[in-house]
């Protein structure tokens, strides 16, 4: 299958990596198209969130695919390729596509369980297809980790006492505040995460809600809904004069407010303290405004922190989900062996046909005396032997699909008739590492 993840997340990096490393949505094309351009890279998926930033890829060659996608992420970043590489961490084959599994089912999130990732990763998806990134490999790993997710929220609690990253921002402003009642409070952005945080002040019982956003039409749409008001990024430091909290969650690559915007608009409002929580990544606001007389910034590592307390209620369902994952990587394995097997069978029985028939031409000469039914009996006795040599090994290629057993019968099926030309649908076997062994997972 030659798949490979590299990235980081939450745990491996600092949250200035992090906001480094993360691909707005606007940037996916241009990123998805550097990572093709590589000579080792033939499908691609890029997810990045505020909590990782991941490359999901299909390889020709291990090594090779390896240093074309840490050359990208150096590259995005504009950090020194040694800093990045110290924090990133690298799956293949069945560990990605494991990896994958958990991450869409909850289990590597900031907030375990959180619902918000699911989203995410089929958007990572139907981008990577959008620009003719991901192919049968990558779709399929995708396309499974979806009905993963989907099952472990179904089927376990991972969810029920979940806070997704928006809600927990807004839980966390509500406990440094004591309370959101009656809280004039402007958000930040309008996508995904701030229209999960406009709908978590709802039910925290805020006085007010304005929303600011790049494109007005979108910050209209979410405030109508909760029954604020809209205004455009130009007037947002005007709005800070009368609010209480201020929430950030743009997908923006710049810092919307410095830290001397914030100084002017604390002058203008003495006596009056201001909350910010911002969990954009990048930062929408300079850290450095933490410093400011009255203010208090929150940003994810905050929230990692919250996020740590409220695990106690879920912990107990993280094994039933764990072993959900194990349960569907054991078939997806299935499926991507059987997937394997019927491309063998077919190369072994045309292979088997094209030897009977050269052999058929090559005896044409003595055949000639035969009448039309003498030659059909010909016909018909080679073609059965043929039939009945391939009968057992193709009956154990079957019945082996899906197990260590059924690939090394498919790689030694392969070598002793001689079907190298299947390539890479001969999975891990046709990967190899530069010495001729296959490259194991990390």
Same mark, same amino acid.
């Given at each position: 299958?030659?798949?490979?993840?590299?990235?980081? +997340?939450? !745990?491996?990096?600092?949250?200035?990596?992090?906001?480094?490393? *993360?691909?707005? /949505?606007?940037?996916?094309?241009?990123?998805?198209?550097?990572?093709?351009?590589?000579?080792?890279?033939?499908? *691609?998926?890029?997810? =990045?969130?505020? +909590?990782?930033?991941?490359?999901?890829?299909?390889?020709?060659?291990?090594?090779g695919?390896?240093?074309?996608?840490?050359?990208?992420?150096?590259?995005?970043?504009?950090?020194?390729?040694?800093?990045?590489?110290?924090?990133?961490?690298?799956?293949?084959?069945?560990?990605?596509?494991?990896?994958?599994?958990?991450?869409?089912?909850?289990?590597? =999130?900031?907030?375990?369980?959180?619902?918000?990732?699911?989203g995410?990763?089929?958007?990572?998806w139907?981008a990577?297809?959008?620009?003719?990134?991901?192919?049968?490999?990558?779709?399929?790993?995708?396309?499974?980790?979806?009905?993963?997710?989907?099952?472990?929220?179904?089927?376990?609690g991972?969810?029920?006492?979940?806070?997704?990253?928006?809600? /927990?921002?807004? /839980?966390?402003?509500?406990?440094?505040l004591?309370?959101?009642?009656?809280?004039?409070?402007?958000v930040?952005?309008?996508?995904?995460?701030?229209?999960?945080?406009?709908?978590?002040?709802? &039910?925290?019982?805020?006085?007010?809600? @304005?929303?600011? +956003?790049?494109?007005?039409?979108?910050?209209?749409?979410?405030?109508?809904?909760?029954?604020?008001?809209?205004?455009?990024?130009?007037?947002?430091?005007?709005?800070?004069? &009368?609010?209480?909290?201020?929430?950030?969650?743009?997908?923006? =690559?710049?810092?919307?407010? @410095? *830290?001397?915007?914030?100084?002017?608009?604390?002058?203008?409002?003495?006596? !009056?303290?201001?909350?910010?929580?911002?969990?954009?990544?990048?930062?929408?606001?300079?850290?450095?405004? /933490?410093?400011?007389?009255?203010?208090?910034?929150?940003?994810?590592?905050?929230?990692?922190?919250?996020?740590?307390?409220?695990?106690?209620?879920?912990?107990?369902?993280?094994?039933?989900?764990?072993?959900?994952?194990?349960?569907?990587l054991?078939?997806?394995?299935?499926?991507?062996?059987? !997937?394997?097997?019927a491309?063998?069978?077919?190369?072994?029985?045309?292979r088997?046909?094209?030897?009977? !028939?050269?052999?058929?031409?090559?005896f044409?000469?003595?055949?000639a005396?035969?009448?039309?039914?003498?030659?059909?009996?010909?016909?018909?006795? @080679?073609? &059965?032997?043929?039939?009945?040599?391939?009968? =057992?090994?193709?009956?154990?290629?079957?019945?082996?699909?899906?197990?260590?057993?059924?690939?090394?019968?498919?790689?030694?099926?392969?070598?002793?008739?001689?079907?190298?030309?299947?390539?890479?649908?001969?999975?891990?076997?046709a990967?190899?590492?530069?010495?001729?062994?296959?490259?194991?997972?990390?």
């Amino acid at each position: 299958m030659s798949l490979i993840c590299i990235g980081v +997340n939450h !745990r491996s990096a600092p949250v200035g990596l992090l906001e480094r490393l *993360a691909v707005p /949505a606007v940037g996916l094309p241009k990123a998805l198209h550097h990572l093709l351009s590589g000579d080792h890279v033939a499908e *691609a998926a890029v997810l =990045s969130t505020c +909590n990782r930033t991941e490359v999901y890829a299909r390889c020709t060659r291990f090594h090779g695919a390896v240093a074309d996608v840490r050359a990208f992420l150096a590259a995005h970043s504009g950090a020194d390729p040694a800093e990045v590489d110290e924090h990133l961490y690298t799956y293949y084959d069945d560990g990605a596509v494991a990896h994958l599994f958990g991450v869409a089912a909850g289990l590597d =999130s900031m907030i375990v369980g959180e619902g918000e990732i699911l989203g995410q990763v089929r958007s990572a998806w139907q981008a990577a297809e959008a620009e003719g990134a991901a192919g049968q490999v990558v779709s399929r790993a995708f396309r499974h980790a979806l009905a993963v997710g989907k099952r472990a929220r179904t089927e376990t609690g991972i969810a029920r006492h979940a806070l997704s990253v928006s809600s /927990a921002a807004v /839980a966390l402003a509500s406990d440094r505040l004591g309370s959101l009642g009656g809280r004039s409070v402007l958000v930040l952005g309008a996508g995904d995460m701030a229209e999960g945080m406009v709908h978590g002040l709802v &039910g925290a019982g805020v006085g007010s809600v @304005t929303v600011a +956003n790049r494109t007005h039409a979108r910050a209209v749409q979410l405030a109508r809904r909760v029954g604020g008001q809209a205004i455009s990024l130009s007037d947002v430091l005007d709005a800070l004069l &009368g609010a209480d909290v201020l929430l950030t969650a743009t997908d923006s =690559s710049n810092v919307h407010v @410095t *830290a001397d915007d914030i100084e002017a608009v604390m002058d203008r409002r003495p006596g !009056r303290p201001l909350l910010i929580a911002d969990i954009a990544v990048p930062r929408d606001v300079d850290p450095g405004a /933490a410093s400011v007389p009255g203010v208090t910034l929150l940003d994810i590592d905050d929230l990692r922190g919250y996020g740590e307390r409220s695990m106690a209620l879920r912990r107990r369902e993280i094994g039933r989900v764990q072993g959900i994952v194990t349960d569907e990587l054991d078939r997806f394995r299935v499926e991507r062996s059987a !997937r394997e097997v019927a491309p063998v069978v077919v190369a072994l029985r045309d292979r088997a046909e094209a030897v009977r !028939r050269a052999e058929m031409e090559r005896f044409r000469s003595r055949l000639a005396g035969l009448d039309p039914a003498q030659r059909r009996a010909v016909e018909a006795l @080679t073609e &059965g032997i043929v039939k009945k040599l391939l009968h =057992s090994p193709t009956v154990r290629l079957k019945e082996a699909a899906g197990s260590a057993r059924g690939e090394l019968y498919t790689d030694a099926v392969a070598s002793l008739f001689d079907l190298d030309d299947l390539g890479l649908l001969l999975g891990p076997s046709a990967l190899r590492d530069d010495t001729g062994g296959s490259e194991p997972g990390s």
